[in-house]
């Protein structure tokens, strides 16, 4: 048998009820809807910084290098001392790069600590000798100038490369590019001025006075011509695991027994930073969650306090003949209806924000291209939670509004 609220008649009745009884008190129900209104959009808002900061920090690890594997020698042990047979070789880079699978750049340095005179007074800088492949997986950006060719690799010119700061306390005003600066007891024409792409804050051989000088002229300096720091750069990031295997133990497998290498990869400093914002996301969450909470609990008190001033309508309507569940899906319905307004006025500003930084960002060149993802599934979730949370703490009331004596409501003043 059809029931009357199987009826479109009923579900139409009852949602002007219940728009009529919002309109009746607009200002309540906007300043019930504000709970609401902070809740979505904190959800979608949190979401949203968890991915720009996740996407930020890839690039800047790819900036730094992308795929990266480095390897070098533990120079001391509890149970064994490093020796010369140990370094890492030229002859070590280049099996890797024969020998192992999905590598496709490789290279090696070699810093030591050096002088330049600058205005007749010495200052310290970082000599950094490369080999072939370095500007490719460090992603050197090239200010000006030129960056070796393979002839100053292979004839061993004297010339090297200086950072931007470097640049401009030894030249200047001036162009440094054709210009000679004395390095300890060697002179070197300067061909280019660089920087990293992004910075690494001086935590990798380039610092921010560092001069850049082909590899083989570091055995002018040092007697020796070992690579310090040996890098291999992955064909894909699925790879970087496997390659960072294959590095260990070839190096092992050419040095003898004794010799320890730290073989490390970014993905370490990717997955930490990844916990780190999934944790401030988790936080951000539960502070959206507790708005929420808290607009429901309010949502709760303003509709019991709404049953309370409509006792004599509801009284009416049941003596007219309503039934119980005519009164409790209208009071749920004006519950929803404050949520879900309340959560798509907070999905729109939380929409609003990144559009409107990434126009405001447009007018600043210099910052550079930002991006900022909005995750339409958090716009789902949270339109959906918001809902709820209003149909959940909306219960109640009408629940009580449903129960209600219809003499005693009659009878009420």
């Given at each position: 048998m059809k029931t009357l609220r199987d009826t479109p008649a009923f579900w139409v009745e009852t949602w002007s009820l219940a728009l009529q009884a919002l309109r009746a008190n607009k200002v309540?129900?906007?300043?019930?809807?504000?709970?609401?209104?902070?809740?979505?959009?904190?959800?979608?808002?949190?979401?949203?910084?968890?991915?720009?900061?996740?996407?930020?920090?890839?690039?800047?690890?790819?900036?730094?290098?992308?795929?990266?594997?480095?390897?070098?020698?533990?120079?001391?042990?509890?149970?064994?001392?490093?020796?010369?047979?140990?370094?890492?070789?030229?002859?070590?880079?280049e099996a890797i790069k024969a020998g192992?699978?999905?590598?496709?750049?490789?290279?090696?340095?070699?810093?030591?600590?050096?002088?330049?005179?600058?205005?007749?007074?010495?200052r310290p800088v970082n000599l950094v000798g490369v080999t072939?492949?370095?500007?490719?997986?460090?992603?050197?950006?090239?200010?000006?100038?030129?960056?070796?060719?393979?002839?100053?690799?292979?004839?061993?010119?004297?010339?090297?490369?200086l950072t931007e700061e470097l640049a401009r306390r030894v030249f200047p005003g001036q162009d440094p590019v054709g210009q000679d600066i004395r390095v300890?007891?060697?002179?070197?024409?300067?061909?280019?001025?660089?920087?990293?792409?992004v910075s690494t804050f001086g935590q990798s051989e380039i610092t921010r006075e560092s001069l850049?000088?082909?590899?083989?002229?570091?055995?002018?300096?040092?007697?020796?011509?070992?690579?310090?720091?040996?890098?291999?750069?992955?064909?894909?990031?699925?790879?970087?695991?496997?390659?960072?295997?294959e590095v260990g133990e070839m190096l092992q497998a050419r040095h003898r027994a004794g010799a320890e290498y730290h073989v490390q990869n970014l993905s370490n400093i990717?997955?930490?930073a990844r916990s780190i914002s999934m944790a401030l996301t988790v936080t951000l969450i539960l502070i959206a969650l507790i708005a929420l909470i808290i607009s429901?609990?309010?949502?709760?008190?303003?509709?019991?306090?709404?049953?309370?001033?409509?006792?004599?309508?509801?009284?009416?309507?049941?003596?007219?003949?309503?039934?119980?569940?005519?009164?409790?899906?209208?009071?749920?319905?004006?519950?929803?209806?404050?949520?879900?307004?309340?959560a798509l006025a907070g999905i729109g500003i939380a929409t609003f924000v990144p559009a409107l930084i990434d126009y405001l960002v447009s007018f600043f060149p210099e910052v550079g291209n930002v991006d900022i993802p909005i995750s339409w599934?958090?716009?789902?979730?949270a339109f959906v939670v918001s809902s709820s949370t209003g149909l959940l703490f909306g219960y109640l009331p009408a629940n009580r509004a449903a129960r209600m004596n219809p003499t005693e409501a009659l009878r009420y003043e």
């Open positions: 309540r129900a906007a300043l019930t809807m504000l709970g609401v209104i902070i809740g979505s959009a904190c959800i979608v808002m949190v979401v949203t910084v968890g991915l720009a900061g996740r996407r930020y920090i890839i690039r800047q690890i790819e900036g730094v290098g992308a795929n990266l594997v480095f390897a070098d020698l533990v120079r001391s042990s509890s149970t064994v001392h490093a020796t010369l047979a140990d370094e890492i070789s030229v002859d070590d880079m192992v699978p999905h590598v496709r750049h490789v290279a090696g340095t070699n810093n030591i600590p050096m002088t330049v005179v600058v205005g007749g007074v010495e072939d492949g370095f500007q490719q997986i460090r992603n050197l950006v090239i200010e000006n100038g030129r960056y070796f060719d393979p002839d100053d690799m292979a004839t061993r010119n004297k010339v090297c490369l300890g007891e060697l002179h070197f024409s300067v061909i280019g001025v660089f920087r990293e792409r850049l000088i082909p590899f083989s002229l570091i055995k002018d300096y040092t007697g020796v011509d070992y690579i310090e720091t040996l890098y291999a750069q992955a064909d894909s990031p699925e790879q970087v695991p496997m390659v960072t295997r990717l997955d930490t429901g609990i309010g949502i709760m008190n303003i509709m019991l306090v709404t049953v309370t001033e409509r006792t004599r309508e509801i009284g009416i309507r049941k003596a007219i003949g309503a039934p119980r569940d005519a009164i409790r899906y209208q009071f749920l319905m004006e519950a929803f209806v404050i949520s879900a307004t309340g599934v958090s716009v789902v979730v």
